[in-house]
């Protein structure tokens, strides 16, 4: 069965600093790889996703992630953070055979002025 | 207008009453989805349907049914609510033209159980 693994419940930076949002995953066989956004009485939002070639993705509001396949890892990251960017962020995975996704328990981002 | 639907968007209920969310979308995709959020797990497949004759449990759907009366619709039925079903539910959708089923949400219902 595939899981997914958000170690961080909270993440805070100050805003203009780096952002990075850890996600680990176990899955049988090609993993397809999500993060999605949810901010305050919304729904989710998809950012991105990997599913097969260059290992940095990027999606949207200059989000980026890298998928490591040794380490299992889908970290999301943004070089720059906005107080905009402070939401509930999921990572989500599903092998590549079968349409159900895992998503992951969320962390939130809080980023201060 | 939303493309993903959902209504109820809040409701307040008692034990043991039947209570239904009702989803419809506008975007043509076949596959319909019903999750559950709960702070600290994410969120939980219950139901999904990737066509109107096609019905399947997913990871929690003891004291849940489904019903998907047409392509764009998809509800979800509580028969006899109780309160550790008081959570947010989405609904989602996702095209089966899609070779990386992206889920698309609705807004979420949320359901309080008393």
């Known amino acids: 069965a595939q899981s997914v693994a958000q170690p961080e419940d909270q993440v805070n930076v100050a805003e203009g600093n780096p952002l990075t949002v850890k996600c680990t995953y176990s899955?049988?066989?090609?993993?397809?790889l999500f993060w999605y956004v949810q901010y305050p009485n919304r729904g989710l939002q998809f950012l991105l996703k990997?599913?097969?070639?260059?290992?940095l993705v990027k999606g949207s509001y200059g989000f980026e992630a890298e998928f490591n396949k040794s380490q299992t890892s889908f970290h999301l990251k943004k070089p720059s953070a906005l107080v905009s960017d402070s939401a509930l962020y999921f990572c989500?995975?599903?092998?590549?055979?079968?349409?159900?996704?895992?998503f992951g328990a969320g962390t939130t981002v809080t980023v201060r002025a | 207008d939303a493309d993903v639907t959902q209504t109820p968007r809040n409701r307040i209920t008692k034990t043991g009453k039947r209570i239904m969310l009702e989803c419809s979308q506008t975007?043509?995709?076949?596959?319909m989805y019903w999750y559950r959020q709960d702070p600290g797990l994410g969120l939980q497949l219950i139901y999904y349907?990737?066509?109107?004759?096609?019905?399947n449990k997913g990871e929690i759907s003891d004291g849940y049914s489904v019903s998907r009366q047409a392509q764009a619709k998809f509800s979800l039925s509580l028969e006899s609510a109780i309160p550790n079903q008081t959570a947010l539910y989405f609904c989602?959708?996702?095209?089966?033209?899609?070779?990386?089923?992206?889920?698309?949400f609705g807004e979420g219902s949320r359901l309080t159980v008393l």
């Open positions: 989602a959708t996702s095209d089966v033209g899609s070779n990386t089923g992206e889920l698309f």
């Open positions: 990997y599913i097969t070639g260059d290992n």
């Open positions: 989500a995975v599903r092998p590549a055979n079968d349409y159900k996704l895992s």
């Open positions: 975007k043509g995709h076949d596959r």
């Open positions: 899955v049988s066989g090609n993993p397809y």
């Open positions: 349907s990737f066509d109107v004759k096609d019905i």
